[in-house]
């Protein structure tokens, strides 16, 4: 996970989940649960394609079917379409992508600007609320990102708990279950 700003300066939690696998078994599934809750409680999905990779269309189409088993295919999705690099000019040229795809080599760098911009006009509104809460100083997790997806206010240690004022995304709020409690004035 990376906390990444966007241009128009709002930071987002990237979580890059492990790579879909056609057909994997029941205990593989299992150990990678966390990375499919992931996938659950985000506002958008990259779908990051291996541009390059001549069965990238039977790849996405696994992706599509787990997607659906995840109950989340119709969330928010923007195709990736990454190493462009790798094809020729004219294979480039030849790449159909849609209106809800970005061309990117993570190698080069190559088109990351107007990916973080397409994600940027892809993310749902998030309204910011400004909340006091307390966590317990054993969830490093919640607390690493209230700081990294928030701005913290004030927070002082209260026996085994943090007490924090923080300014957070309501998405961020619903996710550590903090609230409701009313916006400080």
């Known amino acids: 996970m990376r906390a990444v700003r966007l241009p128009s300066n709002r930071r987002v939690l990237l979580s890059d989940t ?16 966390a990375t499919f809750e992931e996938v659950q409680e985000a506002a958008l999905i990259l779908l990051v394609t ?9 790849q996405d189409a696994e992706v599509g079917k787990i997607l659906k088993e995840l109950g989340v295919a119709d969330r928010p999705r923007l195709h990736v379409l990454n190493k462009i690099d790798r094809l020729t000019p004219e294979e480039a ?18 088109g990351l600007e107007g990916l973080l911009s397409r994600i940027d ?30 701005r913290v206010l ?8 943090l007490a924090l004022e923080a300014e957070i995304p309501e998405s961020v709020a619903r996710r ?9 004035a």
């Open 154 to 161: 004030h927070s002082e240690v209260q026996d085994s708990t």
């Open 50 to 58: 291996d541009i390059s990779n001549p069965h990238h269309s039977d």
């Open 121 to 150: 006009q892809s993310m749902p509104v998030d309204p910011v609320l400004r909340l006091r809460f307390k966590l317990p100083l054993a969830n490093g997790r919640a607390i690493a990102l209230v700081h990294a997806l928030g």
């Open 18 to 33: 492990v790579g879909f696998i056609r057909d994997l078994p029941a205990g593989l599934i299992a150990a990678f649960r």
């Open 93 to 110: 040229a030849a790449v159909n992508g849609n209106h809800n795809s970005v061309r990117v080599s993570g190698l080069t760098g190559e």
């Open 176 to 184: 550590l279950r903090i609230g409701p409690e009313p916006a400080l």
